[in-house]
């Protein structure tokens, strides 16, 4: 990968790694104190499917050569907490947006037993030594991940299309309806991400660090995600005020 490719990718992936770990404790920490449940089943979906399951992952196949025990452990770990984070994710999106339906409930228990299953399936496949040339079923857990990203951010930009109705007659908090706007936002670049680098891992059977570009598009979207989650989460006062000042209030 030339140099300067490598510097960009880099840099969207540190974006994104931060940008989650920061957001992901914060909920966590929110949760905490409220003990409602959004607010953490949306922190253990930041956290699992960045920083922990992506971080452990990354690092684990680093040491595969030269510590495969310790690999294995980071691998599983890594897989485990993304199957964790995307459960957190579909239970989140049932909950905030479609509590009482029966029909969205049982998708999202087969969901959860899918994700179960795929790590069982990978497990005894490959044991979690390495996942350069992966199992059926780490495609099959990729399509879910993409599914709880992507639904979540068609539910988050549905509502926030709502909300902006209620802000041009003063009857909703600007901020809030922009969060929900950069929650879509960001989870949509996750999911587009995730469904790239997975569809051409699976097209070409070669894993992503020997494919540039893939790397560069999930670096991209990383970055668009990250971005997003921070100012919806950690905006700045300069941010905040330009939200009220363009809403007219």
């Known amino acids: 990968m030339p140099a300067l490719l490598q510097s960009f990718v880099g840099v969207g992936f540190l974006a994104f790694f931060v940008a989650s770990s920061v957001v992901g404790v914060r909920l966590l920490l929110l949760w905490r104190r409220t003990r409602q449940l959004p607010e953490l089943l949306i922190g253990l979906g930041v956290l699992g499917i960045g ?66 299953f795929c790590l069982a399936w990978e497990y005894w496949d490959t044991g979690f030594r390495s996942l350069v040339r992966p199992p059926r079923a780490y495609f099959l857990r990729i399509g879910l991940q993409v599914g709880c990203l992507l639904w979540g951010s068609a539910e988050a930009l549905r509502y926030w299309d709502r909300m902006r109705r209620r802000v041009r007659l003063q009857l909703a908090d600007p901020v809030v309806s922009n969060r929900f706007l950069l929650w879509g936002m960001g989870a949509g670049a996750a999911g587009v991400g995730s469904a790239v680098g997975g569809s051409m891992q699976w097209w070409t059977q070669l894993p992503p660090i020997e494919m540039p570009w893939v790397m560069l598009s999930s670096s991209l979207h990383g970055l668009v995600a990250a971005v997003a989650m921070w100012l919806a989460f950690v905006p700045t006062s300069r941010y905040t005020r330009w939200i009220w000042v363009r809403a007219g209030v």
């Open 51 to 116: 920083p922990v399951g992506f971080g452990f992952i990354t690092v684990g196949e680093l040491c595969v050569a030269g510590a495969p025990g310790l690999a294995r452990i980071l691998i599983g770990t890594g897989l485990a907490a993304m199957s964790v984070g995307s459960a957190a994710k579909y239970l989140f999106n049932w909950r905030v947006y479609h509590p009482e339906s029966r029909t969205l409930r049982a998708l999202v228990v087969i969901a959860c037993l899918l994700l179960a």
